[in-house]
């Protein structure tokens, strides 16, 4: 194991040595002390550590302060470290989620402690932890909650993976149990009772009829998706069930708040008993800022909205505009076979350099 | 314990004695050795045993016979043995399913082998076991199976609970799993998948939809019924599912045999996939034929389909015509507070040998 991570090499060499370091969630202990002794290495920034997240900060007075976020922790490893690299693809668990994306966060924390660029923002890095665990758990989540100001700035800049594009905002989402009841009864006489199962065709039928909004939130396109996730109902293989209960899943755009989605799923399913089991908010892309603006034409390429959930959500909520930008594909995390171009982390640190200077 | 069974009292005293007499599924030893020794001290009566079945015949050289049947077994004590009587009213396990039968196909037995009737048909009696567990322990489908001409005869008489009413016949059950495929992806991306649970609807739709048969058979009107009695689909709470399994039981009227009943549910779900899990025909009431009209005239009242599955349907395979007639409310079946009315018990025995005489 390395005893100290060299932010001089390239943003892939040093993805593999991150990689390498295994820091499974509830694990990070040892990569976070490295990243905090790299960090603390970077003249002209100050680190704080609390638990395991790292955060470092210029305090050069600029107008605007970007923050740069992402998490240590991986999934489990299967079989998929130490990283390998195959001519220009490097290989291993987080190459993609997002190590590659840290490697860039150190990347830029050395280009400006040493002087190598002058930034003409003021930036905060945060490096959590628990990402890829409940959200209770979550890093990010925890100091929102107990420093909200450590993470303040103009706009957050999350470096999951988004193939080195920029992702705004993200979707929200919610989850509701759809009772149907209905009365039970021996199947062989089954005109005594109510078939719970028969009766939510109109449920089932509501979610296949539905037409799920495209909508334009800051200029992203965002499309929404109302899908059930589970289905279950019966009691006896001779008997008219009295229960069925369909699990269902909104995922909506940051143009709704919670309070507006679940009112729009109890306009849905009007007539039927909804429990909401979970619910997280979306996130705003606030690609109108200027800031943000400046980043989109800097990194290049054309925007589009991030439609899964994210921690960009816990930004939007303190009221920070973020986005998604990071190397890596993201259909590949979390698989056995994940993996990174090496071209992709380098250019993904080049665009960001660009926009900094 | 009783060491003797005294077939000389009345039915009702006689169905108290064989409840006192414990008799779960699998453990009628003690009392199918009374019910032989019984029989045995019925003179005129030859006697077999298998097992814990007991045959007994007249051999009077009759033109017709007529079998009459009851198993021995009870569900398990509910805390309702020994028996109890209330007034008109005896309590306890197995006072309606089936003990009340059995004493009065005992008190036959007794009637014929004293000479006090002599009955215009030949007369078997099988009493048996295993009946309230699963088919494959069932003692008369072992008789079926192993000895067929013991239980030849031109007419069954089922002495399960009927209200002392004759119930004709039974209908026939089966059980179809119908499979919906999907394809999996994530929820936050649904239109990269097709919800398999969404495209249940339609056979949610063509249940709830669905115009069960009344049909005549022989006389008598079966109500059918075809039914979800299980509904199973789903991943996890972000995955669009692939598969969604509804299990349909579908309970028809014997003018159907186990193939067309089939073949009628292929055709109400043509173009999803469905697989049988379990299938058992019904009986056809037979009460066109004259021995069982005489049967219905001389116990009165006006006979009605059997909607659930019994063993008549294992007579029915044999060719043999039945129908079920015994004392108690088969609502009360297998219930803790299960019980029988006095009267109706003599009731039932006085019919029966009415139909004799």
Chains 1, 2 share one sequence.
Request: aromatic content about 4%.
């Amino acid at each position: 194991m390395l005893c100290v991570l060299d932010l001089t090499t390239d943003a892939a060499t040093l993805t593999a040595a991150l990689v390498d370091i295994e820091s499974v969630s509830g694990d990070e202990n040892t990569l976070a002390g490295l990243v905090e002794d790299a960090v603390r290495g970077c003249s002209s920034l100050t680190v704080q550590r609390d638990g395991n997240v790292v955060i470092a900060r210029t305090e050069r007075a600029r107008e605007t302060r970007v923050v740069l976020a992402g998490h240590l922790d991986t999934v489990p490893i299967a079989d998929n470290v130490p990283s390998r690299r195959e001519g220009d693809v490097l290989y291993g668990c987080g190459t993609t989620d997002m190590k590659s994306g840290v490697a860039v966060m150190l990347r830029v924390a050395q280009l400006v402690g040493s002087g190598a660029i002058d930034p003409r923002v003021d930036l905060t890095w945060v490096f959590y932890d628990c990402e890829e665990v409940e959200s209770a758990r979550n890093g990010l989540g925890r100091i929102a909650r107990t420093d909200p100001a450590s993470l303040a700035g103009d706009l957050a800049v999350l470096l999951e993976p988004s193939g080195a594009l920029v992702e705004g905002g993200c979707q929200g989402t919610l989850r509701v149990a759809v009772r149907v009841p209905g009365v039970r009864a021996h199947s062989a006489r089954s005109w005594l009772g109510v078939n719970a199962i028969h009766a939510s065709a109109p449920v089932l039928s509501r979610l296949a009829d539905y037409l799920p909004r495209e909508v334009d939130v800051d200029g992203l396109t965002y499309c929404e998706g109302l899908n059930a996730v589970g289905i279950s109902g019966g009691v006896a293989g001779n008997v008219i069930p009295d229960e069925c209960t369909v699990t269902v899943n909104y995922r909506f755009a940051p143009d709704r708040s919670e309070d507006d989605a679940l009112a729009h799923i109890r306009e849905v399913f009007d007539g039927y008993e909804l429990t909401l089991t979970d619910s997280a908010p979306g996130a705003r892309p606030g690609l109108d800022s200027s800031i943000a603006a400046e980043f989109v034409a800097a990194v290049g390429g054309e925007p589009r909205a991030k439609l899964g959930w994210t921690d960009v959500a816990r930004f939007g909520v303190l009221g920070i505009p973020a986005l998604n930008f990071g190397p890596g594909d993201p259909n590949l995390a979390h698989k056995p076979e994940e993996h990174v171009e090496v071209q992709q982390v380098l250019d993904a640190e080049t665009a960001l350099v660009r926009f900094l200077s």
